[in-house]
């Protein structure tokens, strides 16, 4: 027993004496003229390992005891090798790059057409390549570093002396570093583990790991066109700048000129290994909503089979109303351990068609008289014999589609597992001294101190906040009057919570109600499955009437996709556009100050069962069964806040052609409903085990169905109504994005419909646009053309990547966007009403400036200038 309890820690001592004793190299990397190269790239052969230098151009690399070829790596400079023996100390290395001179090729003729940039057909070699280069990894390992700075590089000037007075220092605001161990299995596996992480402030989502994990030999990274995407002619132009020799391989040096300068393309050089036709290097650019994202990656050949990268740089940069800010990433690759494909692990040679007619028709026709083309191919590419790009392409996407045939769950593209280990973020400085790959300036050492100073300090005031919040909480008993206007929760058991909703948000006017207030008050017990219980009383001024409504919520099955049963009553008041097209406070305002009225409202008492289920992860359904009174209203109050005498207010029953003047004083309803919505193409990412759907990966498809059942509890509703939609987001390549949304519906029979019952759409008659701009009217009045037969209804929105301002630079850098739009209405009443609009969109990060006109049978009808917010404030920056 004791020596088994002995040998573990013999073993780890041992590991930490090996830790303490290893030596390794530093040194500093400066150009002929002694000035330093920041961010040099040294990669040691016999490891798989790289690093960089600091910004100073210094480095240093701990190694274990033995003989080592370090590569030093600069673009521009020429690469150097150093051979050295390391011992058990620091061996002092300093090394000096010389600028690269570039050899230039002729340009070349293609087949009689005229003359043609080099440019092009390395390219092309290296575009059919890339989906090759994708396969080629089976697995690997290696270790990532990652460190990270923020900061505020200016603010608005009316900001600044108020800052100053705070205290706040805007030369560092974030600051990290991290080791983590990553391993990647094809196609779609990776694993991520944090040994250690060290984290001070927010990054801001501008964490470069969709560029870490990701590849430009896909056709997208982080959403922008590679410039190895089979679409890249479309977006780029290419020019050979040079050619030189790097250990024995050529490199070829290309300059990336996107057609159309802007987000979602890249701007800057590649470098192509000749013959390889894979990545050297790479320095390009890129934008999203006007901020600046440079991605400098340096490759290698891992155990000369495959390139990979060995160092990224990232520069973050950009402003967001008036406040300009950077973010600066370094990450270095280490510890590679790789795999090939089994399938794909040959050399062969590319033919360019262009370039080479006559070989290439011969090997067309050679194929074209084989019976089995897909496997003559496999016999050239394991032989090394000559393809053609058209051949390339044609294997690899064939091959790729039996790779997903068999996989178990072909829908999902990408399944990552990451864990942070359990010390990760209690590593002191000497562990980070010891692990660090990339040695701290001395500005750098002062920021750490200085941050870990402020977070002393901030961790002790909010030590005691939190003790005199608890004082505070104990001295009242848990409770403070405040809370009856800003609502509040209280726990009361285990897992279990009562809470009321705020007043302040709460309190609001119509003409039928006067001035209103309401809450909620609920009761939840949340275990394995959630149980709550949610009381909304409600009290109108005018009517002196207090009304309210309960629900029963019970809420079951996998966190992923729970299902629900609800039961709902009360009397409770309610506008008849169940999707509440005009919001309380907007129309509180309008009422009070422009004595206009445009909410209609009823009443009913009502009793609802409902539940909602999850079938699949692509499809959901819902039931649901109300029986209600239903009590038209009238409006009560004239009151109003700045009287217009050419004004008044409207009448609470809106004007609509088939509803007529009047609505019966009360009407019972007994209704049946059904849904069902469908993603049929969904796509997912597992992370931690969890499928996530990815987000506008399929088309949404709705079906709905409700029956008005006459003479059950005296119903007077008899009708059934049919409905579907069609709703879907995607992207015309980068030249921007599309939204469409399509519904229609009809009433199969409509032996009587309430005016609750009708097909309502969301209208808008106010300056303010509220809804959402997919799916909504501009112009269209609220109620004038609902209808109880039969309905269409399109709407498209395209937002331009450029357009007519965006196509000036200083204004596509505000993240300023274009947008335009078209909304088309059919019913019996509408005579084809359709409005046309332009917007300005993402104004100030947040806001949206709209100019619509609408008409109906061809014919002019009106027109407006609106205010919305920005339409993809949703779609926040990241470059993740």
Do not use: C
């Not at 008005?708 to 879907?728: M, P, Q, R, W």
């Not at 015309?732 to 009708?758: C, H, Q, S, T, W």
Request: charge should be negative.
């Amino acid at each position: 027993m004791m020596q088994k309890s002995i040998l573990p820690i013999a073993l780890f001592l041992f590991s930490i004496s090996t830790t303490l004793v290893a030596g390794g190299v530093s040194g500093r990397v400066t150009d002929a003229q002694g000035a330093p190269l920041a961010f040099a790239t040294i990669f040691v052969q016999q490891t798989g390992s790289g690093t960089t230098t600091n910004e100073d151009g210094y480095y240093e690399i701990r190694l274990q005891p033995g003989a080592y070829t370090l590569i030093f790596q600069f673009l521009g400079y020429k690469t150097e090798s150093r051979e050295i023996r390391v011992g058990q100390r620091m061996e002092l290395l300093n090394v000096s790059l010389q600028e690269q001179a570039l050899q230039l090729q002729e340009v070349e003729v293609v087949g009689g057409e005229g003359t043609e940039d080099p440019a092009y057909t390395i390219m092309r070699k290296a575009i059919a390549k890339a989906s090759y280069h994708r396969q080629q990894i089976e697995h690997y390992e290696a270790t990532v570093y990652v460190k990270g700075s923020g900061r505020l590089k200016d603010s608005p000037f009316f900001l600044r002396k108020t800052m100053e007075k705070e205290g706040i220092d805007s030369t560092v605001a974030f600051t990290s570093e991290s080791v983590s161990r990553i391993e990647y299995q094809r196609p779609n596996t990776f694993k991520e583990r944090v040994i250690s992480i060290y984290s001070r402030g927010n990054d801001n989502d501008t964490s470069p790991n969709g560029y870490i994990n990701g590849s430009f030999y896909e056709p997208k990274i982080t959403e922008a066109i590679s410039p190895l995407s089979p679409k890249a002619f479309g977006y780029y132009k290419f020019r050979y700048e040079g050619f030189f020799m790097d250990r024995g391989y050529g490199v070829n040096k290309i300059r990336v000129i996107p057609r159309s300068r802007g987000e979602d393309v890249f701007e800057g050089v590649i470098y192509i290994v000749e013959d390889w036709w894979s990545i050297y290097s790479l320095k390009l650019k890129t934008y999203k909503l006007g901020i600046g994202i440079e991605v400098y990656q340096m490759y290698a050949p891992i155990e000369d089979k495959a390139w990979l990268p060995v160092s990224h740089k990232f520069d973050v940069e950009g402003k967001i109303l008036g406040f300009a800010f950077e973010y600066n990433y370094l990450a270095t690759v280490s510890d590679y351990k790789i795999e090939l494909n089994p399938e794909l692990d040959a050399d062969f040679k590319l033919i360019d068609e262009k370039l080479n007619q006559e070989l290439a028709a011969e090997l067309e026709r050679a194929r074209a008289q084989d019976d089995d083309k897909n496997a003559e191919i496999k016999e050239k590419l394991a032989t090394g014999e000559e393809l053609t790009r058209k051949q390339l392409r044609q294997l690899m996407r064939e091959y790729e589609k039996e790779e997903r045939q068999e996989q178990e769950e072909p829908e999902v593209v990408m399944n990552t597992t990451f864990e942070v280990d359990s010390l990760a973020r209690q590593r002191d400085s000497a562990y980070w001294e010891e692990i660090r790959p990339v040695p701290l300036t001395k500005q750098e050492v002062k920021g750490y101190e200085r941050l870990d100073s402020l977070a002393v300090v901030e961790a002790e005031k909010e030590a005691a906040d939190s003790l005199q919040s608890v004082g505070r909480r104990k001295k009242r008993g848990g409770f403070s009057p405040l809370d009856i206007i800003g609502g509040s929760n209280y726990k009361v058991g285990e897992k279990q919570y009562i809470a009321h909703g705020s007043l302040w948000d709460r309190f609001f006017f119509n003409p039928v109600e006067g001035f209103n207030l309401h809450t909620e008050f609920s009761y939840s017990l949340n275990k394995d499955n959630r149980f709550a219980f949610t009381l909304t009383p409600r009290y109108a001024f005018a009517r002196e009437k207090l009304t309210g409504k309960g629900q029963l919520s019970y809420t079951y099955g996998p966190e992923a996709g729970r299902d629900n049963f609800s039961l709902e009553g009360g009397r409770y008041i309610y506008q008849y556009n169940p999707n509440e097209p005009i919001s309380n406070l907007f129309h509180t305002y309008l009422n009070l100050v422009e004595e206009r009225n445009y909410i209609s409202l009823y009443e009913k008492d009502y009793l609802k069962l409902s539940h909602s289920n999850r079938l699949r992860e692509n499809l959901s359904v819902g039931f649901s069964a109300e029986w209600a009174n239903r009590y038209a209203l009238e409006n009560n109050t004239t009151q109003v806040w700045f009287n217009k005498d050419d004004r008044t207010y409207a009448p609470n029953i809106p004007e609509n052609e088939e509803l007529g003047a009047e609505v019966p004083e009360t009407e019972k309803a007994f209704v049946l409903g059904f849904s069902a919505v469908a993603r049929p193409w969904q796509k997912y990412r597992i992370r931690n085990n969890e499928k996530e759907p990815i987000e506008n990966s399929s088309p949404e498809l709705r079906l709905a169905y409700r029956q008005g059942l006459k003479n059950i509890a005296e119903s007077v509703t008899d009708y059934s109504y049919l409905e579907v939609g069609f709703k879907h987001k995607f992207r015309p390549g980068v030249r921007g994005i599309v939204d469409v949304k399509v519904e229609a519906g009809m009433f199969l029979n409509n032996n009587y419909a309430g005016f609750a019952d009708y097909r309502h759409f969301m209208g808008n008659r106010i300056l303010l646009v509220t809804a959402d701009p997919v799916g909504s009217f501009r112009l269209l009045p609220y109620y004038e053309h609902s209808t109880m037969d039969k309905f269409a209804a399109a709407h498209v929105h395209y937002q331009f990547r450029k357009l007519l301002l965006t196509q000036i630079p200083e204004v596509w850098l505000l993240g300023i966007k274009e947008n335009v739009f078209v909304n088309y209405l059919a019913t019996p009443t509408s005579d084809h009403y359709t409005e046309v609009g332009y917007s300005i969109d993402n104004i100030f990060r947040f806001l949206r400036v709209e100019a619509a006109v609408a008409f109906q049978d061809g014919k002019y009808k009106d027109w407006g200038i609106l205010i919305g917010i920005a339409s993809n404030i949703g779609g926040s920056f990241t470059v993740r």
